[in-house]
């Protein structure tokens, strides 16, 4: 007896590219400047953070400690004082990520996992993020501590504005294998 069923089925054969969505949300993530004008929920802003925080640190410190900014004059003074943040004008909200540089000397080591994961939880969410830096330029680091009023020992790594994408933006293809090395590092030489 024959099965004819599967005669009549679809027969996609192509396989997505990435099977697991942990993969798929690395792989996919881009950086978005343009935002829709529309609050992202508080459930979803857990979410980022509860994802910063499961990020590793040296000795498990966690030194991070992150301001959600939803003010509109203070998303606004960033924008001013931060010459690659001027997207803060265009979103509702924005996460400063921070460490306490008496908890760890390596703080934005350990600060810099925690916003790579609210990066990949925003492009898991439907969101979009970018990073723009405020360590180590003390003129940036400057004008975060003064919006957001940080004590001495708190210091800015980076802010991150966040919302939901204006338009859809496909990732950039980085991977380039002649990065990879196996065994040793076997880099451009000049030697013949």
Excluded at 66 to 93: C, H, I, S, W
Excluded at 138 to 155: F, G, H, Q, S, Y
Aim: proline residues 6%; positive net charge.
């Amino acid at each position: 007896m024959v099965n004819l069923s599967s005669c009549n089925q679809n027969q996609n054969t192509e396989k997505p590219e990435f099977e697991n969505k942990a993969i798929e949300a690395i792989m996919n993530r881009t950086s978005i400047r343009v935002y829709q004008d529309r609050d992202v929920n508080d459930d979803k802003i857990n979410i980022l953070m509860k994802a910063a925080m499961a990020a590793p640190s040296g000795k498990n410190t966690q030194p991070w400690e992150f301001v959600v900014v939803k003010d509109r004059e203070t998303l606004d003074f960033m924008a001013e004082g931060l010459p690659y943040a001027k997207m803060l004008k265009n979103t509702r909200q924005a996460i400063v990520v921070c460490g306490d540089s008496i908890k760890s000397f390596y703080w934005y080591l350990d600060c810099s996992t925690a916003a790579q994961n609210i990066l990949i939880a925003a492009q898991s969410l439907g969101l979009g993020a970018v990073w723009t830096a405020a360590y180590p330029y003390e003129e940036r680091m400057a004008v975060v501590k003064e919006a957001i009023k940080l004590p001495d020992n708190i210091l800015p790594l980076c802010v991150i504005p966040f919302g939901y994408p204006e338009a859809p933006q496909g990732p950039k293809k980085k991977y380039k294998p002649s990065k990879v090395h196996r065994d040793r590092f076997k880099g451009d030489s000049t030697e013949k």
